[in-house]
Nanobody, 125 residues
Framework: QLQLVESGGGLVQPGGSLRLSCVAS????????IGWFRQAPGKEREGVSC????????YWADSVKGRFTISRDNAKNTVYLQMTSLKPEDTAVYYC??????????????????WGQGTHVTVSS
C-alpha cells in the first residue's frame, strides 16, 4: 500500500516562500496522479494543484496560480509544491494524496485513495 509523507511546512512571513515535499514509500508514485490539498481552520478541504502521470500539471485554486508550482521527480518518488509570495490566506494544513486514475480531471478528495498526514503552513508576520 502506498504511503505518503509530507514535509516542508512551517511559519513564514507574508511574501515568503516554502517548498513542500511529498515522499512516497512502499510503492512507486509513477502510476498515480498526485494532488495537493489544503484545509484551513473551520473550512472545507480545498484542492490546490495536481500532477498527472503524464507530467501534466493543473492548478485547481485560482488563488495560487502564478505563485505555486507543482513538480514531480519520479526517480526520488517525490512530488513538490513550491510556494512563493505567500499570503496569510494560504495558512492551512497541506496534504498530498494519490489518485490511481492517473489524471487530474477530478479534485474530489474521495477519488484520492492515499493521503499523507499533512504539514502545517502558517503565513503570519
Amino acid at each position: 500500500q502506498l504511503q505518503l509523507v509530507e514535509s516542508g511546512g512551517g511559519l513564514v512571513q507574508p511574501g515568503g516562500s516554502l517548498r513542500l515535499s511529498c515522499v512516497a514509500s512502499r510503492w512507486t508514485l509513477e502510476t498515480y496522479a498526485i494532488g495537493w490539498f489544503r484545509q484551513a481552520p473551520g473550512k472545507e478541504r480545498e484542492g490546490v494543484s495536481c500532477a498527472s502521470v503524464s507530467d501534466g500539471v493543473t492548478y485547481w485554486a485560482d488563488s495560487v496560480k502564478g505563485r505555486f508550482t507543482i513538480s514531480r521527480d519520479n526517480a526520488k518518488n517525490t512530488v513538490y509544491l513550491q510556494m512563493t509570495s505567500l499570503k496569510p490566506e494560504d495558512t492551512a494544513v497541506y496534504y498530498c494524496a494519490a489518485n490511481p486514475r492517473r489524471t487530474c480531471l477530478s479534485q474530489n478528495p474521495a477519488e484520492y485513495h492515499y493521503w499523507g498526514q499533512g504539514t502545517h503552513v502558517t503565513v503570519s508576520s
